[in-house]
């Protein structure tokens, strides 16, 4: 079991993590806008362009997953369900939890 302690670490953790993710995803955003389609480039950088655009959209997908992981954590932290393996049902390892908040697996089961 977590301690009270832990849980109030684990929850602080998990806040500024949500908040760095989301600061993020907005200035990749600005990023994005910053690029004009309007703009006359070569074939070459345009695909390069295009390329570097996609490697954008992954990096922006991964960062919503990160999003919606850390919002369901902090949901669980709430219903006092957190820090559980939902295969196994065991207790997650707080040094595991510390280094991955959103983790919904125990390092057995991962
Ligand atoms: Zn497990």
Same mark, same amino acid.
Do not use: H, W
């Given at each position: %079991? ?8 684990? !929850?602080?953790?998990?806040?500024? $993590? ?11 955003? *600005? !990023?994005? $806008?910053?690029?004009?389609?309007? @703009? #006359?480039?070569? =074939?070459? #950088? +345009?695909?390069? #362009?295009?390329? %570097?655009?996609?490697?954008? *959209? $992954?990096?922006? =997908?991964?960062?919503?997953?990160? @999003? @919606?992981?850390?919002? @369901? ?5 709430? !219903?006092? &369900?957190?820090? +559980?393996? !939902? &295969?196994?049902? *065991?207790?997650?390892?707080?040094? =595991?939890? =510390? ?5 919904? +697996?125990? #390092?057995?089961?991962?």
């Amino acid at each position: %079991m977590l301690t009270a302690d832990q849980l109030i670490d684990l !929850e602080e953790l998990i806040v500024a $993590e949500l908040e760095r993710v989301r600061s993020e995803s907005d200035s990749s955003e *600005k !990023e994005r $806008e910053a690029i004009s389609p309007d @703009v #006359s480039i070569g =074939r070459l #950088s +345009r695909l390069d #362009s295009m390329q %570097m655009q996609e490697v954008a *959209k $992954e990096a922006n =997908r991964r960062r919503e997953e990160r @999003v @919606v992981r850390l919002e @369901v954590a902090l949901d669980q932290l709430d !219903e006092g &369900i957190y820090g +559980r393996c !939902e &295969i196994c049902g *065991k207790d997650i390892d707080f040094e =595991r939890l =510390r280094i991955t908040p959103e983790a919904s +697996r125990c #390092s057995q089961c991962a």
